[in-house]
Structures are given as structure tokens and as C-alpha cells.
T-cell receptor, first 115, second 111 residues
Framework: KQEVTQIPAALSVPEGENLVLNCSFTDSAIYNLQWFRQDPGKGLTSLLLIQSSQREQTSGRLNASLDKSSGRSTLYIAASQPGDSATYLCAVSNAGGTSYGKLTFGQGTILTVHP | DTGVSQDPRHKITKRGQNVTFRCDPISEHNRLYWYRQTLGQGPEFLTYFQNEAQLEKSRLLSDRFSAERPKGSFSTLEIQRTEQGDSAMYLC?????????FGEGSWLTVV
């Protein structure tokens, strides 16, 4: 059974810092890995999707890497801003499953960026 | 169509009552998913549909839960004889291909 773990559970940083969020998964047979953002009481917004054959994806100040063989992914946020404050969730789609959208999520990292 | 729509956004119900949530996916998305999220945890997969066919159900979906997607458009998730442990946010998502879009969720509080 796939298990996804995110470290740290919470992170508080001053504005402007570069930061790294970590995600690990136990079964390396995945289709893809996604990073989502969730604001309090809201749904999820997809930030980056990395296919299993890819090593990284970038969008603006965000960069996500994937090391499938070791079961790890990192989300790098450059020059953090207060508006980045949210919960960040990592999720994997398992190979051999019936749908790309059947995701296994980590418990999330709660990020607070203070001015 | 601006996104996945869920209704109601909030529901408070007494233990033992039945509740139903509705999800309207993005037009032409053939796949629709239901997830459940409790405080401090990531979402957990419940079930998914491809068009009108329910193709997979999680063991989390007990006999009190039923989901439908008539005509392959909107979907409903019904919880019968609610229990306090059912209190959670129920998220709907839809996809066509790799990209998945989530709704804002329906909060359920069972008192």
C-alpha cells in the first residue's frame, strides 16, 4: 500500500527566504507526482505535475524535483512571500491503477511566511 | 464553465440523519472523483466514475455511503445514518487526461 509522508509538518519563515518542502513515498511505481496548494477551508489547486519519466518541473518561483528510485520529491519555493502561506500537499498516482486521478496524499506541510 | 462546483458548501446535521452532496464537474470531463479530508490530514480517495460507471470504491466507503453519476454529468454522494466520525470535508474533483481539478469542498459537521 502506497504511503506518502511530508516533512516538515509546519514551517514558519520570514518573507524573502528560499525554502524546501519534502515528500517521500514508499512505492516507486508511480505514474506521476503532484504538488497542490490548499488555503484554509478551500479546495486544492494544482501547482506542479511531474511525470514519472521527468526529473523536475518549474513554474515561476516554484521548482519541484522527483527522484523516483529513492521515492522522494522536493518543492523549492524561491523568495517566499506572505501570499505563499498555505498548506502544501504532495500526492502520487500509482502505476497499474485504473485512473490517473486516484491519488494518495501526504498529510501536508503548513507554511507560514511572515512579513 | 469556471470549475468544479459543489453544493452545499456547509452542512450541519444531527447524528442519524441522511445527507446528500452534489458535485457538478467541469464540462466534458469524463472522470469524477470523491475524496474525504479530515482536519490536519491530506484527502483520502473514496470513489471515482468514468462517465456514468463507478469504476472503483475505497474500503473507506462503508455501506452507509453511496455515490451516483447519472448520465455521466453531475454526481451525488449520500451518507445515510450519519455518525460523528463522518464529520469531514468532502471534496469532488474531475479530470480529462492527467490534469485534475478540485472543487471547494462540502463541509459536514455531525452533532
Amino acid at each position: 500500500k502506497q504511503e506518502v509522508t511530508q516533512i516538515p509538518a509546519a514551517l514558519s519563515v520570514p518573507e524573502g527566504e528560499n525554502l524546501v518542502l519534502n515528500c517521500s513515498f514508499t512505492d516507486s511505481a508511480i505514474y506521476n507526482l503532484q504538488w497542490f496548494r490548499q488555503d484554509p477551508g478551500k479546495g486544492l489547486t494544482s501547482l506542479l505535475l511531474i511525470q514519472s519519466s521527468q526529473r523536475e518541473q518549474t513554474s515561476g518561483r516554484l521548482n519541484a524535483s522527483l527522484d523516483k528510485s529513492s521515492g522522494r520529491s522536493t518543492l523549492y519555493i524561491a523568495a517566499s512571500q506572505p501570499g505563499d502561506s498555505a498548506t502544501y500537499l504532495c500526492a502520487v498516482s500509482n502505476a497499474g491503477g485504473t485512473s490517473y486521478g486516484k491519488l494518495t496524499f501526504g498529510q501536508g506541510t503548513i507554511l507560514t511566511v511572515h512579513p | 464553465d469556471t470549475g468544479v462546483s459543489q453544493d452545499p458548501r456547509h452542512k450541519i446535521t444531527k447524528r442519524g440523519q441522511n445527507v446528500t452532496f452534489r458535485c457538478d464537474p467541469i464540462s466534458e470531463h469524463n472522470r469524477l472523483y470523491w475524496y474525504r479530508q479530515t482536519l490536519g490530514q491530506g484527502p483520502e480517495f473514496l470513489t471515482y466514475f468514468q462517465n456514468e460507471a463507478q469504476l472503483e470504491k475505497s474500503r473507506l466507503l462503508s455501506d452507509r455511503f453511496s455515490a451516483e453519476r447519472p448520465k455521466g454529468s453531475f454526481s451525488t454522494l449520500e451518507i445515510q445514518r450519519t455518525e460523528q466520525g463522518d464529520s469531514a470535508m468532502y471534496l469532488c474533483a474531475s479530470s480529462f487526461g492527467n490534469t485534475i481539478y478540485f472543487g471547494e469542498g462540502s463541509w459536514l459537521t455531525v452533532v
